[in-house]
């Protein structure tokens, strides 16, 4: 099939009250190395209502050009809404790729949006590539549990889209003085087009949660902390250093912290500065969530635990005994 006429990689960027979300960003990394790679543009794709700032930082983060809708209808995320507005887009410009973050919202767009494209959607992934004589990605997920990584490829339908992890790239140093083409569109929505309305937002829930993919520092707990009253020692280290607090996926089956804390296949891709793992043995499925930390502290009794063959700095030891000891110290040295 001839698809010479799709061009360009597009990036969807996600927004939060007109600010680009870290995940788009991080995706402008790899978005723009491949698409260079192709000779081609990477496009930042933003849709809302007021997008000026969110417009800025895709230029700072490494877009060559940003596409840029706006109408009351997309302020808040919609399935109805957000599908529409991207379909009309890919219809009038036909990109060769479209990477999404694999967040509560992307997870929810990209599947949709592919069933409208008629088009193929690989989910969750963390590893890509492209073949720069066919122009076909490559899109590689875990498989069977994090035991087998599977490489997937889309050859016959176009745009070539794929959902990214959180934390999975970095971004890169953004640079306030970067120019490119901002296309602004008007593609308001039908009003029998959208089934559900956001009638209100409430704040003070969502702040409640947990974002380790933006936390800096995390320090977090397994199974050897025994019992959840112990996750105390973990809340005390992490408050000390200011981070977030992380789990392994033992530690929330067990019922001790959850599920939005956890770290690992299951849980959410983070790559911080500093990871403290705390009686957590590092399985393949755990470390495929943080592996891609700057630094890997790892603390457990067991010397032979897995853990240790990625950590940059390791104790064997009984954590309740050296949790303890790190706190002070870290309490004594912010002092």
Known sequence: MDFSAYQNLWVFIETDDGKAASVGLELLHP???????????AVAVILGKDNTEAEKAAIAYGADQVLS????????????AYTYGMTKLVEKY???????????????????????????????CTSLAVDTETGIMGWTRPAFGGNLMATIMCENTRPQMGTVRPGVFKKIAPDSTRTAEVIKESIPVP???????LIESIREAAAEMVKLEDAEIIVSGGRGLGKAENFSYIRDLADALGGAVGAS??????????HVHQVGQTGKT????????CGISGAIQ???GMSGSDCIVAINKDPDAPIFSIADYGIVGDLFQVLPVMTAEVKKLKA
Not at 69 to 80: F, G, I, L, M, S
Not at 100 to 120: E, Q, W
Not at 270 to 277: E, G, S, T, W
């Open 31 to 41: 978005g723009v190395e491949l698409a260079h790679q192709l000779g081609q543009k």
């Open 69 to 80: 809708v706006e109408d009351p209808a997309y302020e808040y995320y919609n399935t109805e």
């Open 94 to 124: 036909q990109p060769s790729i479209l990477m999404i973050g694999a967040t509560i919202i992307g997870r929810d767009f990209g599947p949709r949006l592919s069933c409208r494209l008629k088009t193929g959607l690989t989910a969750d």
């Open 191 to 197: 009003t029998d087009v959208i089934r559900t309305t």
């Open 249 to 258: 996926r033992a530690a929330v089956d067990a019922g001790w912290i959850p």
């Open 270 to 277: 983070v790559a911080p500065k500093l990871y403290i793992a």
């Open 286 to 288: 755990h470390q495929a």
